[in-house]
């Protein structure tokens, strides 16, 4: 199987593909239409991706079977146009959830302690005691949580090792799983800002979360609150911020910007960043969690290497227009399956999904067909009897 790394990528992960048996290109810098001329030329089953943008052009550019985004988030990934062409996306949802969560404690921490504005202030050959001694502390206040996928739960050890209180929510957090990890439910994001001193994104960007975070919501923050991203820039609105800075006093430190650069170094103008503690999207880049990255990217193509199947796939259709299944139980011989869709297929019946599982003796089988529309009752009894080996056909209504 040929591979296309086409980001930075640890040496290990490297090393793992080829220990695999694929061939390997690495060509890190391979980014925007040089990214689909290196698919292109070197014809690669799977692509390797951190970072680059991966177009529509690039995923036709070659014969591509499978995407992965060696990291959490895809929204770098044209997905639409990849399910269009039968490719599967795929990522490393979890293996940066203790680096992001340790980076967002940490611009909370600086964020209290106006760290770098210290570090400034000295390496300037200033001194100023008075100043820098005016910090409010965390423990004893609440921190609101936007978010409790896998980086969400992460911090809530961490709070609780700080003396934090913990204020939540989540499209999937209930009543009694709050009860549970003891935090407090709230109904909304605006009522986790209300009543937190402190609030922490940690959301997927998708077309749920996309602008979650509005005007509304920085309206309902207490004055002098924090507020932390390091989730996706887009979850928020960076003017409703900026606004939310200038007339409120919030004081907001950011992993990630509206107007990041493309690649890994780049001139950098957005405003944002002189009101704002930032760092350079660097959430999930420490030496653990690549190398915990570079891992499961391995395990992900050396999977559909071995059996075509692919973990943490993310574009497959979470359900599909079938509205019943076809359930044909027969003897495992050669021909069974096809004369079953030839009749299938006569009838203009499309199929949705289709297994075969097969008894322990590999004497019989069961073959599970999801059909878009339900074959009459002359059709299922043509398939009950186009083969001799068919011991029984039904359908399951759906």
């Known amino acids: 199987m040929r591979v296309l790394v086409a980001d930075k990528f640890e040496k290990s992960g490297l090393e793992g593909l080829a220990a695999a048996g694929c061939e390997v290109s690495y060509q890190p810098t391979a980014k925007d239409a040089a990214l689909a001329i290196a698919v292109h030329q070197f014809q690669p089953e799977a692509l390797v991706v951190r970072s680059a943008k991966v177009s529509e052009a690039a995923l036709a550019a070659g014969s591509l079977k499978l995407v ?21 996306v795929s990522n490393c949802p979890g293996k940066n959830s203790v680096a992001v969560a340790e980076l967002a404690f940490g611009l909370i921490l600086a964020l209290d302690r106006r760290i770098a504005d210290n570090v400034a202030a000295l390496r300037q050959g200033q001194w100023n005691k008075g100043e820098y001694s005016k910090a409010r502390g965390v423990f004893g206040r609440t921190l609101g949580l936007i978010g409790l996928g896998q980086i969400g739960r992460e911090m809530l050890p961490r709070a609780k090792a700080f003396g934090l209180r913990v204020a939540a929510w989540s499209r999937s957090l209930t009543p009694e799983q709050a009860e549970e990890w003891g935090i407090e439910h709230k109904a909304s994001p605006a009522e986790v800002a209300a009543a937190s001193d402190i609030v922490s994104v940690h959301v997927a960007l998708n077309a749920h979360t996309r602008g979650l975070l509005g005007a509304a919501f920085f309206d309902a923050m207490k004055p ?65 969690a690549q190398e915990a990255i570079a891992a499961e990217t391995v395990r992900i193509v050396r999977t559909f290497k071995e059996t075509g199947k692919v973990p943490n796939v993310v574009n497959l259709a979470k359900q599909t227009p079938a509205t019943c299944a076809l359930i ?23 199929v949705q999904e289709m297994e075969n599982i097969v008894f322990e ?31 029984e056909a039904s359908l399951i209504k759906f």
């Open 68 to 88: 992965v985004r060696a990291g959490a988030g895809y929204n770098t990934i044209d997905v639409a146009a990849a399910s269009r062409r039968g490719i599967y």
């Open 361 to 391: 003796g590999a004497e019989a089988a069961v073959a599970r067909i999801h059909l878009e529309t339900e074959p009459g009752a002359a059709v299922l009894e043509q398939i009950g009897a186009s083969n001799p080996d068919i011991l």
């Open 328 to 350: 044909v139980r027969h003897l495992d011989r050669p021909g069974v399956l096809a004369s079953v869709l030839d009749l299938i297929s006569g009838a203009r019946i499309n």
């Open 224 to 288: 002098g609150s924090c507020f932390i991203n390091t989730a996706r820039a887009e979850v928020i609105d960076q003017d409703a911020l900026k606004r939310a800075i200038e007339g409120r006093g919030i004081r907001a430190a950011l992993d990630v910007f509206a107007n990041e650069p493309a690649g890994g170094a780049g001139e950098f103008t957005d405003e944002i960043a002189k009101l704002v503690y930032g760092t350079h999207h660097i959430g999930a880049s420490t030496d653990q």
